[in-house]
């Protein structure tokens, strides 16, 4: 069966050096939405689903550490998998099963030498994952500053924060003054050089003939940390 992605990299910049210290590489159907890509019935459609967007990710060359989505429904599969690659995962929120577990599956991607993000954490979410064995968060720029006193709880845990689509200079420049770390958004979207996307025609079958790279120049005045 052929799938159509697109693979679609963002910068996550440094709010203070404004150097490029991580990239989020996205991915994105071409054929239905991604609610309806990811919203499957069972574990290992899912799986299926998100192994071509984890091989294709892994096969692009970056020169900055790469953050890859994956669902707690996937953990499972993933860590059955030798993979690991420069940089860590952003656990997502489709495919919320296996909470139970997590302690466990956390240590084995640690002992990968992968980090852990949560990703669009909320207040509802953070009294799951306060005190969870992960690395860092991501917060919407929208949620941070509606909910102050719930974004410094999270900054007083001395973890990174990621601050999610700032997509103007004016909004990057609040996120500076709200205590944010890091940024990501539209913002950023031409900061590599290189065209931010990549269609692949994917075989459902073991296939690792890939030749995509992204350059380690940038553009418009941003710096990677190489």
């Not at 990811?38 to 790469?66: G, Y």
């Not at 139970?100 to 991607?109: D, P, V, W």
């Not at 968060?137 to 845990?157: C, L, P």
Request: charged share 25%.
């Amino acid at each position: 069966m052929i799938e159509m992605i697109n693979m679609i990299p963002q910068a996550i910049v440094d709010l203070q050096s404004k150097k490029v210290v991580m990239q989020e590489w996205l991915c994105r159907p071409t054929q239905q939405s991604v609610q309806e890509f990811f919203s499957v019935e069972d574990a290992e459609t899912l799986w299926e689903r998100e192994k071509m967007c984890i091989k294709t990710a892994m096969c692009i060359d970056s020169c900055v550490p790469r953050m890859i989505n994956l669902t707690l429904s996937s953990l499972p599969f993933f860590l059955k998998t030798s993979w690991k690659w420069e940089g860590g995962v952003e656990i997502v929120e489709w495919g919320v099963a296996n909470q139970e577990q997590f302690n466990q599956y956390a240590e084995k991607l640690h002992e990968r030498g992968l980090t852990i993000w949560i990703d669009d954490l909320t207040p509802n979410g953070w009294f799951f994952w306060r005190d969870k064995p992960v690395d860092g968060y991501k917060i919407s720029f929208g949620q941070a500053m509606k909910q102050t006193r719930f974004f410094q709880e999270v900054r007083n845990t001395g973890k990174p924060v990621i601050l999610e689509r700032i997509e103007t200079k004016e909004m990057e420049v609040m996120a500076i003054q709200l205590g944010g770390q890091m940024g990501q958004g539209f913002f950023y979207e031409d900061t590599f050089s290189l065209s931010s996307k990549f269609v692949r025609h994917l075989e459902r079958e073991e296939n690792d003939e890939y030749n995509l790279y992204l350059p380690c120049e940038t553009a418009k005045g941003w710096q990677s940390t190489v």
